[in-house]
């Protein structure tokens, strides 16, 4: 889902419909409106698990506005990335203002993965494990392995080497 990319109002108008809460990172209704009551949870949850608001008949991230508040920072033309990986988790110290390269290094095994390990995957060719890690549209070698179990710290190293800090830590 891409997210909305609207620039942010300002921190008086959010702040005139909405409180947020930094120990949990959930933003609260401060008026009772039509379909909202005073004091409860703001904003809409999406099936990826994205919340977003509506702050004067506008969409916005939930995390993109929690970022805002806590940083002055307006992130249009960024990504605001989760650092967990959970897209319900905003709390201020889990966000991270990051380039759309930088967010696909923090994401989850796709779906496909038929290894089950990011970067790893069955070269038939030469019937052996294949290392290939991908940043900015390139790709980086990290070779071919019998042992999977070889392959797949290959593939660590190699995410930690090429992603740094973005690198995801667990599967």
């Given amino acids: 889902m891409v997210m909305p990319t609207n620039a942010m109002p300002s921190k008086e108008v959010i702040l005139e419909n909405l409180s947020f809460d930094p120990a949990n990172g959930v933003f609260y209704h401060l008026k009772s409106e039509k379909r909202s009551k005073k004091g409860s949870v703001a904003g809409t949850k999406q099936k990826n698990g994205y919340r977003i608001l509506k702050i004067n008949k506008k969409s916005y991230g939930a995390h ?27 709390r201020p110290s889990n966000l991270r203002l990051v380039n759309k390269s930088q ?38 070698f990290g070779g071919r392995f019998s042992c999977f179990k070889e392959a797949q710290e290959s593939a660590k190293k190699l995410r930690l080497r090429i992603h740094g800090e973005y690198a995801v830590k667990q599967n």
Avoid at 110 to 131: H, I, L
């Fill in 103 to 140: 967010n696909q290094c923090n994401t989850k095994t796709r779906k496909d993965n038929t290894s089950g390990e990011r970067g790893v995957y069955w070269y038939a060719p030469r019937k052996k494990w294949q290392v290939s890690v991908r940043l900015n549209g390139k790709d980086y």
């Fill in 64 to 90: 993109r506005v929690a970022w805002f508040l806590f940083t002055g920072i307006d992130p249009i033309g960024k990504e605001v990335d989760h650092v967990n990986r959970d897209p319900s988790d905003n």
